[in-house]
């Protein structure tokens, strides 16, 4: 009862608008219980936006969005993301982050608010923060004993650390701001504060992730298109209940969140609680390694590429894997991409292609 306030509490404090709103519905969890919420908030006819990939490749959970929308009596939308919509608006995103980010769902994140934007929204609902708040990542699972005795600290290779090594040893210390963050929260729960070490891991995300990935992609992501994104889970009442729930109510063997299943299993019947997590993530790798030996020619000639020092060998490597390895070709890329924008200056409205062209000129 307590965490059915909460969050009913925290969506209808998110829902007060004098502006159209709608919900950004992947399928997964976290959007469906937001779904739910809504309609037990009474929020009127919801209108659910959702991200597919040709042919169904990626993360595609955008029939299992269709399926729980009509579930819910929403409107549904759903946004098909093709090869051609990544070369023509990597450029753009990446001109849209401060930052470079090397998380590919930026690209739906935008294309999604491009879309709230023309269909006149402007607020949307986000399940941002449930994996960190309910312990969904299976790293939360893997530090349980006795599994934390033979696991290595989380998160602790970085993307290149293996077939990239030539790059990954002019990057320098990748994991230091991850670092900063474990020592932060080793001291936070010290002093009989009493956290269990799922609650630690779930703090140093809390405290790095969440907000140098997450929240900043879906906020520029967003803004670049003049829609606000909320993001119920990470309301401070409700995540302070969240976090303070015990282990056994947050991960099992097999899966996590399971608070937020559970509920959703009584809040909207029919729905799939307890399916297994696919993720947010368009096919980029299928996508790079259709042009693989070019990417890698235009990318080892950047010159923020260039600058870092690594071998064109490496890099054209990398590039050869991106079917099978995308993260490593895609950090590149995007890299690539954010320099030729934010430090040289150019425009960024062309392709990928003609991007870098004009960037190695």
């Not at 969140?257 to 399916?275: D, I, N």
Request: proline residues 6%; aromatic residues 8%.
């Amino acid at each position: 009862p307590a965490l059915e306030r909460a969050l009913l509490e925290s969506v209808a404090v998110h829902l007060r608008a004098d502006v159209p709103y709608g919900l950004f519905l992947s399928g997964g969890i976290d959007s469906t219980a937001l779904l739910a919420l809504m309609q037990r908030a009474g929020s009127g006819r919801v209108l659910a936006l959702s991200v597919g990939y040709e042919a169904g490749a990626g993360g595609d959970e955008s029939a299992e969005a269709a399926r729980v929308a009509a579930l819910a009596g929403a409107e549904f939308q759903r946004l098909e993301m093709r090869a051609a919509d990544f070369w023509a608006l990597a450029p753009r995103i990446a001109a849209a982050l401060d930052d470079p980010t090397a998380d590919a769902a930026v690209l739906p994140s935008f294309m999604l608010g491009a879309a709230a934007r023309q269909a006149g929204l402007k607020v949307t609902l986000c399940g941002e923060g449930a994996d960190e708040l309910f312990a969904g990542y299976a790293r939360y699972r893997r530090g349980r004993a006795p599994w934390r005795w033979i696991q290595g600290r989380p998160r602790s290779h970085g993307v290149f650390d293996t077939a990239g090594a030539a790059i990954a040893a002019r990057l320098g210390p990748w994991r230091a701001g991850l670092g900063v963050a474990e020592r932060r929260v080793a001291e936070d729960s010290g002093a009989g504060a009493g956290w269990s070490a799922l609650q630690r891991l779930q703090a140093v995300d809390c405290a790095e992730w969440l907000p140098n990935d997450l929240l900043g992609k879906l906020d520029r992501c967003l803004m670049a298109h003049g829609v606000e994104g909320r993001t119920p889970f990470v309301d401070p009442v409700l995540a302070g209940l969240a976090f303070r729930l015990p282990d056994a109510e947050k991960i099992g063997l097999r899966l996590g969140k399971l608070a937020l299943r559970r509920y959703l299993a009584e809040a909207l019947p029919g729905t799939q609680p307890f399916a297994r997590k696919k993720g947010f993530n368009p096919p980029v790798g299928r996508w790079m390694a259709a042009q693989a030996a070019r990417l890698a020619s235009l990318v080892a000639a950047q010159p923020g590429i260039a600058e870092i020092g690594a071998p064109a060998s490496a890099i054209a490597a990398t590039f050869a894997q991106a079917e099978t390895r995308a993260q490593p070709a895609w950090s590149l890329l995007f890299y690539a991409l954010w320099h030729s924008h934010h430090i040289l200056g150019q425009p960024a409205e062309d392709d990928i292609e003609a991007v870098l062209v004009a960037a190695a000129a």
